[in-house]
């Protein structure tokens, strides 16, 4: 390696260590800064690296600063994208239109994730990007965002699963989405208190009542084949429902499962 260069990381490590410490005077912070912007404009990526990885989390750091690291490659990048408080949202939003999907499930995994930006993600259509966004409880996302997502990606539960694992969501997409996901998602649902039992069991009822019907399965009364132990579970029981190719227990097995879950 070259010498010259690991003298420089370790440089730059030092001066963003004194840079983001209380002790320095106005004076000896502007001249530490532009020493900063100086080394962010290094030819070794190490550098430039170690910079941005040490000044992340700073603060202080000018907004030029911040943009110019985050302009970078993915290794000198992704940090700043992830944490730097002195990024805008117009500029996460130029990021998330403009560059990767790296970059932009960077944005997505930040500590918090305005609407505005949330909304720009969920454009992406890129799976990975909105599996991160969906997962971040510090994501704010407006209904209309959340209606996209599941346009999209209704019927894959790596984005389906943590949508129903946050803490709230808007009544109609808790609703439109227990339509959508699997017996297992549903308990989460009932779980997390996104949808009360009550309305999750009628809206899996109602679904189950426009289920076509399977021909040439003998029924009781109401048209509903009663169940033995041997028959339960199968197409045309009471209790069952067609659920992704398969038969999924009763509103009422869902709503015990999540009660003992939760």
């Known amino acids: 390696p070259d010498p010259s260069a690991e003298s420089r990381r370790d440089a730059a490590v030092k001066i963003a260590a004194q840079c983001t ?19 962010a404009r290094d030819v070794e990526v190490k550098v430039r690296a170690a910079l941005a990885d040490n000044l992340k989390d700073y603060p202080g750091l000018t907004h030029d600063l911040a943009l110019t690291l985050a302009k970078d490659v993915e290794s000198v990048s992704l940090p700043m994208i992830r944490y730097s408080a002195a990024l805008t949202d117009d500029d996460l939003i130029t990021i998330v239109r403009t560059q990767g999907t790296a970059k932009q499930a960077a944005v997505a995994q930040r500590p918090s994730v305005s609407a505005s930006v949330a909304d720009a993600l969920a454009d992406t259509g890129k799976q990975e ?26 019927d894959d539960e790596r984005v389906t699963a943590p949508m129903a694992k946050r803490g709230s969501l808007p009544v109609g997409i808790a609703e439109r989405l227990v339509n959508l996901v699997s017996e297992r998602v549903q308990e989460q649902l009932i779980a997390s208190h996104a949808l009360s039992a009550e309305r999750a069991a009628e809206v899996v009822r109602q679904r189950r009542a426009r289920a076509p019907a399977v021909p040439g399965r003998r029924t009781g009364r109401g048209g ?6 041997r028959s339960a579970g199968r197409p045309g029981c009471v209790g069952s429902r067609p659920e992704a190719g398969r038969w999924a227990p009763s509103p009422r097995t869902i709503w015990s499962r999540a009660s003992t879950r939760s």
């Open 21 to 39: 410490s209380t002790t320095l005077s106005s004076e000896e912070r502007r001249l530490a800064e532009d020493i900063l912007g100086i080394m």
């Open 129 to 154: 990007v909105v599996t991160a966004l969906i997962a971040n409880k510090g994501a704010k996302i407006a209904e209309d965002t959340f209606a996209k997502v599941l346009d999209r990606f209704g």
């Open 224 to 229: 509903a084949r009663s169940c033995s132990a």
